[in-house]
């Protein structure tokens, strides 16, 4: 069997709501949520008007929420989120995974959101994750991101070096422009969100 290589992007391809504003939801409720993004509002209109980095947004409200939290601690809570993530996915995009799997091809998550709240689902799901790392210094979160944040085209070097891996087919799904950089690398690549007649077509290929 030729080996396979499929490749998601989460917030907005697999999932329907923003993964991480979930998870601070989970984690301190919707008062406090809104309550942090209103203090952060400035940085948040910037990055919308693309004046401010997402790394730099995803730094903040992390160490808003987070920072000085025990590792331990926040991971758990991962886990225990990971049981509601499938409630708020794209059914169509669930059975894309499922279809990929069951061919035997090697099916990786590689997202800006992070392990801390999405490895736990991966690991249930059978499917491997790329995600941006959140810095841990004696066991506590610093709210610092550890290298780069692994979006646009820092996703684009992480494919690069996956297809390094003789892969004779690939799949790419994605959802907006961010995405376009690894989705062109790819031989068969898809926008999401996906009509159940075109993930038909898909996997009668």
């Known amino acids: 069997m030729p080996k396979t290589l499929a490749i998601f992007d989460f917030d907005g391809t697999i999932s329907k709501k923003d993964s991480f504003l979930e998870f601070i939801k989970f984690t301190h409720g919707s008062l406090r949520l809104h309550t942090g993004l209103f203090y952060n509002i400035n940085y948040v209109v910037k990055y919308f008007f693309n004046q401010y980095p997402n790394d730099k947004l995803k730094e903040r409200l992390f160490s808003f929420f987070y920072k000085g939290m025990p590792e331990k601690e926040l991971v758990e809570k991962g886990k225990l989120f990971s049981q ?8 169509e995009a669930l059975s894309l995974i499922e279809w990929h799997k069951n061919q035997q091809h090697e099916v990786y998550i590689i997202t800006a959101s992070s392990a801390i709240w999405l490895k736990h689902w991966c690991n249930l799901n059978s499917v491997k994750l790329i995600a941006t790392k959140f810095e ?12 780069e944040n692994c979006y646009g085209k820092e996703k684009e070097k992480h494919v690069l070096r996956l297809l390094s891996g003789d892969y004779v087919i690939t799949y790419g799904y994605g959802n907006d422009s961010s995405d376009k950089y690894f989705l062109d690398l790819l031989d068969n690549s898809y926008l999401m969100p996906l009509s159940k007649k075109n993930v038909k077509k898909i996997v009668e290929r």
């Open 136 to 147: 841990v210094i004696n066991n506590k979160y610093t709210g610092n991101i550890v290298g």
């Open 84 to 91: 509601k993530i499938n409630s708020f996915c794209f059914p």
